[in-house]
């Protein structure tokens, strides 16, 4: 049978008589596989090292394969013709047009896969120094270690920790493009589908990748990968964006921090309008809605509240759950809906440099690169952000991982996980 990779690699297995091939991963939606009608056949000799030619005789194959009833969510878009018919549908309509959540596939590849390649040099201009946290967390590994940056971006921590052997991968090409520029080894691939194999790698980075994934199962699937290319006894540093940006007073990150200074932009200078507006607001509002709660409401609901729990799957979904339930006005009865609701509605536009007010966001980013044909147009990219307690609960979810430990840093969840046997 013969196999070919899109780059142009091929690759020819030999199939005994009364065998089975089961294909999975790559091998069955990367690769194209056939098998060439040709008399003759090149195979290794049954005895020595040398090859010989074999004559072919009658072939007698069957293929089995599943039928999808519903829209593909496989890591190969590229490839799916699923994916192709929607993504088609959707071009042919509004460009603005945001798909549903529902279609989570389709979500992120138009608004976290496509605008990471238009952005790439602009937002690589802004990625410079890397993170305190996570560089001491590399400068402590063991001489010699293999490091995978999952989502390396530009390969801002591919630099220095010369004591480690360090490689990178992204989903753009684009970026991937800048850190090879750089000088860093890198390579394309989604992080739900890592082409390296299990147990080889000593540790890993995910650093703002998790929180583009647009449904638990896919992050949580994630956070499997990670685990499953890592060593037993292997770490990883994962970073999610953080819905509590004043977490603490002393920890705010400086996503909230940039509307209380000198703005460097018109974008910031609006924010911040738009911040003191709502603060000037505020002030003048009953304590409840201060509290995010409808004027109507002055405390939780317990019966509210054992809903939202029951249709929850995490603790920390629960209390989000809740908190839209009750900022909507949605009685108790409708509660089991919020999230379908949710889903079925076009996703809100976050307002910048402001506070949370929704877990999945588009963010919008202002392209500033001038030498690029999309300068100065907006685009907007998915965002999951976390709540307390979330990330957490999902890395729980995996018996082949010990939580070291967990913070708070720069308006982000952090984790440090361990795989263990």
Same mark, same amino acid.
């Given at each position: 049978?013969? #196999?070919?990779?899109?780059?142009?690699?091929?690759?020819?297995?030999?199939?005994?008589? !009364?065998?089975?091939?089961?294909?999975?991963?790559?091998?069955?939606?990367?690769?194209?596989?056939?098998?060439?009608?040709?008399?003759?056949?090149?195979?290794?000799?049954?005895?020595?090292?040398?090859?010989?030619?074999?004559?072919?005789?009658?072939?007698?194959? #069957?293929?089995? !394969?599943?039928?999808?009833?519903?829209?593909?969510?496989?890591?190969?878009?590229?490839?799916?013709?699923?994916?192709?018919?929607?993504?088609?549908?959707?071009?042919?309509?509004?460009?603005?047009?945001?798909?549903?959540?529902?279609?989570?596939?389709?979500?992120?590849?138009?608004?976290?896969?496509?605008?990471?390649?238009?952005?790439? +040099?602009?937002?690589?201009?802004?990625?410079?120094?890397?993170?305190?946290?996570?560089?001491? #967390?590399?400068?402590?590994?063991?001489?010699?270690?293999?490091?995978?940056?999952?989502?390396?971006?530009?390969?801002?921590?591919?630099?220095?920790?010369?004591?480690?052997?360090?490689?990178?991968?992204?989903?753009?090409?684009?970026?991937?493009?800048?850190?090879?520029?750089?000088?860093?080894?890198?390579?394309?691939?989604?992080?739900?589908?890592?082409?390296?194999?299990?147990?080889?790698?000593?540790?890993?980075?995910?650093?703002?990748?998790?929180?583009?994934?647009?449904?638990?199962?896919?992050?949580?699937?994630?956070?499997?990968?990670?685990?499953?290319?890592?060593?037993?006894?292997?770490?990883?540093?994962?970073?999610?964006?953080?819905?509590?940006?004043?977490?603490?007073?002393?920890?705010?990150?400086?996503?909230?921090?940039?509307?209380?200074?000198?703005?460097?932009?018109?974008?910031?200078?609006?924010?911040?309008?738009?911040?003191?507006?709502?603060?000037?607001?505020?002030?003048?509002?009953?304590?409840?809605?201060?509290? +995010?709660?409808?004027?109507?409401?002055?405390?939780?609901?317990?019966?509210?509240?054992?809903?939202?729990?029951?249709?929850? %799957?995490?603790?920390?979904?629960?209390?989000?759950?809740?908190?839209?339930?009750?900022?909507?006005?949605?009685?108790?009865?409708?509660?089991?809906?919020?999230?379908?609701?949710?889903?079925?509605?076009?996703?809100?536009?976050?307002?910048?440099?402001?506070?949370?007010?929704?877990? +999945?966001?588009?963010?919008?980013?202002?392209?500033?690169?001038? %030498?690029?044909?999309?300068?100065?147009?907006? #685009?907007?990219?998915?965002?999951?952000?976390?709540?307390?307690?979330?990330?957490?609960?999902?890395?729980?979810?995996?018996?082949?991982?010990?939580?070291?430990?967990?913070?708070?840093?720069?308006?982000?969840?952090?984790?440090?996980?361990?795989?263990?046997?």
């Amino acid at each position: 049978m013969d #196999f070919r990779h899109p780059n142009g690699q091929q690759l020819s297995v030999f199939l005994p008589q !009364r065998s089975a091939i089961v294909m999975t991963g790559e091998s069955r939606y990367l690769w194209t596989h056939g098998i060439t009608p040709r008399k003759t056949d090149i195979v290794r000799q049954t005895e020595g090292s040398g090859l010989t030619l074999q004559q072919r005789q009658r072939r007698t194959s #069957f293929t089995f !394969r599943k039928i999808r009833r519903s829209p593909c969510a496989c890591a190969f878009a590229e490839q799916c013709d699923s994916q192709k018919r929607q993504v088609m549908k959707t071009e042919k309509g509004d460009d603005e047009k945001t798909p549903h959540i529902s279609n989570p596939v389709l979500m992120e590849r138009i608004h976290v896969h496509q605008v990471y390649d238009r952005i790439a +040099d602009h937002f690589s201009g802004t990625r410079h120094t890397q993170w305190p946290l996570v560089a001491k #967390f590399l400068s402590v590994q063991p001489p010699g270690s293999l490091v995978l940056d999952i989502g390396c971006g530009n390969g801002k921590y591919l630099a220095g920790n010369e004591h480690l052997i360090k490689l990178g991968c992204d989903r753009s090409l684009e970026l991937n493009k800048i850190s090879q520029q750089r000088g860093f080894e890198v390579f394309t691939c989604d992080c739900l589908q890592v082409p390296i194999r299990s147990a080889t790698i000593d540790v890993c980075l995910s650093i703002a990748v998790i929180h583009h994934l647009t449904t638990q199962e896919r992050r949580l699937t994630a956070v499997k990968e990670i685990l499953r290319i890592l060593q037993p006894g292997g770490q990883a540093l994962v970073y999610v964006w953080a819905m509590e940006q004043e977490h603490d007073s002393s920890l705010t990150s400086n996503y909230i921090k940039a509307t209380k200074g000198p703005q460097s932009n018109e974008e910031d200078k609006s924010s911040a309008l738009m911040s003191t507006i709502d603060d000037s607001n505020d002030k003048k509002k009953p304590a409840a809605e201060l509290c +995010d709660l409808p004027p109507y409401i002055t405390e939780k609901s317990e019966t509210l509240e054992k809903l939202a729990r029951k249709n929850a %799957q995490t603790e920390a979904e629960a209390l989000c759950i809740e908190r839209q339930a009750l900022s909507t006005g949605d009685s108790c009865a409708n509660v089991s809906n919020v999230q379908n609701n949710l889903q079925e509605k076009s996703l809100p536009i976050h307002v910048n440099r402001t506070q949370f007010k929704h877990q +999945d966001v588009l963010v919008p980013w202002h392209n500033k690169d001038k %030498q690029n044909e999309d300068s100065q147009r907006v #685009f907007h990219r998915f965002y999951h952000v976390f709540c307390e307690g979330e990330l957490e609960q999902l890395c729980h979810k995996l018996d082949c991982a010990k939580l070291l430990h967990s913070y708070y840093d720069r308006g982000n969840w952090c984790v440090i996980l361990q795989k263990v046997i």
